[in-house]
């Protein structure tokens, strides 16, 4: 392949990592989203013409088009300078992005934030976050994001444009919040990591399913009740790094993850992630809507988890 020049160079946008919140943020559970470096994306213009410029930029093409549509209805949450946009897709601009597409790492929200940061007219900065701001931020990327998915909390691009953890509260109250520093003590055996499928998810219709299920009163229930209690649980128990706390609660919402939301697991992982229950060397989570991407993995001693999963691809983002 040859070398490709790139003309200018934008701001970069991160990728994302919800570690709790996937889905009990619709019913108001609480969630915490953090920045994840290891991959990003900003806009270029490409001096070669190649396949993957065009299909990037063919992309953006389609976005456009639903932009203007909603403009036409006056439904842009936002005022969005197209005439410029469109103006620069037409000189060959695209998204360059390492940020895998359906793995639950941000790509979509990170496009949403880079829009946002060049053709908003208005823009709340990235510096002015207080929760008014916030909530009115995440409500506009809610639906510039719903492109993507067919419904957006906005939490993914609100996290990728100001590059800070944000803890939700409730459907009112966000925050942006101090991580405990990862430790880097030799002997500290628990650790977060990433596990991946080596396959796609499709967000959209995994959340209509979702959204099917919270029509029955029981799934509903169970989601305000056992669901948000690990799961709110599970995210005090991290912001105070109580690790004990945190490995039980991650324990109770793996088994409740696995009981309910199984169309959201890879049938391949299912018995692994029971086994990591059962064996208590590792609890599985979702990394988003799921369905493939990358799934979330707890162990008390990362090392053990590391033997048990010898045949699959780790990457350890947190130790504790």
């Given at each position: 392949?040859?070398?490709?020049?790139?003309?200018?160079?934008?701001?970069?946008?991160?990728?994302?990592?919800?570690?709790?919140?996937?889905?009990?943020?619709?019913?108001?559970?609480?969630?915490?989203?953090?920045?994840?470096?290891?991959?990003?994306?900003?806009?270029?213009?490409?001096?070669?013409?190649?396949?993957?410029?065009?299909?990037?930029?063919?992309?953006?093409?389609?976005?456009?088009?639903?932009?203007?549509?909603?403009?036409?209805?006056?439904?842009?949450?936002?005022?969005?300078?197209?005439?410029?946009?469109?103006?620069?897709?037409?000189?060959?601009?695209?998204?360059?992005?390492?940020?895998?597409?359906?793995?639950?790492?941000?790509?979509?929200?990170?496009?949403?934030?880079?829009?946002?940061?060049?053709?908003?007219?208005?823009?709340?900065?990235?510096?002015?976050?207080?929760?008014?701001?916030?909530?009115?931020?995440?409500?506009?990327?809610?639906?510039?994001?719903?492109?993507?998915?067919?419904?957006?909390?906005?939490?993914?691009?609100?996290?990728?444009?100001?590059?800070?953890?944000?803890?939700?509260?409730?459907?009112?109250?966000?925050?942006?919040?101090?991580?405990?520093?990862?430790?880097?003590?030799?002997?500290?055996?628990?650790g977060i990591f990433l596990l991946n499928t080596g396959q796609t998810g499709k967000t959209a219709p995994l959340v209509e399913h979702f959204m099917d299920r919270c029509k029955e009163e029981g799934f509903r229930n169970m989601i305000k009740t056992q669901f948000k209690k690990y799961n709110d649980a599970s995210i005090s128990a991290f912001l105070k790094k109580d690790g004990k706390s945190l490995l039980s609660n991650v324990k109770g919402l793996s088994g409740i993850l696995l009981e309910h939301f199984k169309p959201?697991?890879?049938?391949?992982?299912?018995?692994?992630?029971?086994?990591?229950?059962?064996?208590?060397?590792?609890?599985?989570?979702?990394?988003?809507?799921?369905?493939?991407?990358?799934?979330?993995?707890?162990?008390?001693?990362?090392?053990?988890?590391?033997?048990?999963?010898?045949?699959?691809?780790?990457?350890?983002?947190?130790?504790?």
């Open positions: 392949m040859s070398v490709i020049k790139k003309t200018i160079q934008e701001s970069l946008f991160y990728g994302k990592i919800l570690l709790f919140g996937e889905y009990g943020v619709i019913e108001d559970s609480m969630a915490l989203s953090i920045p994840y470096d290891n991959f990003n994306g900003r806009f270029i213009f490409y001096s070669e013409d190649t396949q993957f410029a065009k299909e990037s930029n063919s992309h953006l093409i389609k976005y456009l088009a639903h932009l203007k549509k909603q403009n036409l209805k006056n439904q842009l949450p936002c005022e969005l300078d197209l005439k410029s946009f469109e103006a620069d897709i037409a000189k060959g601009m695209l998204f360059d992005s390492s940020i895998p597409q359906g793995y639950g790492v941000g790509s979509s929200g990170a496009l949403v934030a880079a829009i946002y940061d060049k053709y908003a007219s208005n823009k709340i900065s990235e510096k002015n976050i207080e929760n008014g701001n916030i909530l009115k931020l995440k409500t506009i990327f809610g639906q510039l994001e719903s492109y993507f998915h067919g419904t957006s909390s906005g939490l993914d691009p609100l996290i990728c444009y100001l590059n800070l953890p944000i803890l939700i509260k409730s459907k009112s109250e966000l925050e942006s919040v101090g991580i405990p520093e990862t430790s880097q003590i030799n002997d500290s055996k628990g959201m697991i890879p049938k391949v992982y299912q018995e692994l992630w029971k086994d990591g229950i059962d064996s208590n060397s590792y609890y599985l989570k979702l990394c988003g809507s799921g369905g493939g991407g990358f799934i979330l993995g707890f162990a008390e001693d990362i090392e053990v988890a590391k033997n048990k999963l010898h045949n699959y691809d780790l990457d350890v983002i947190y130790r504790f």
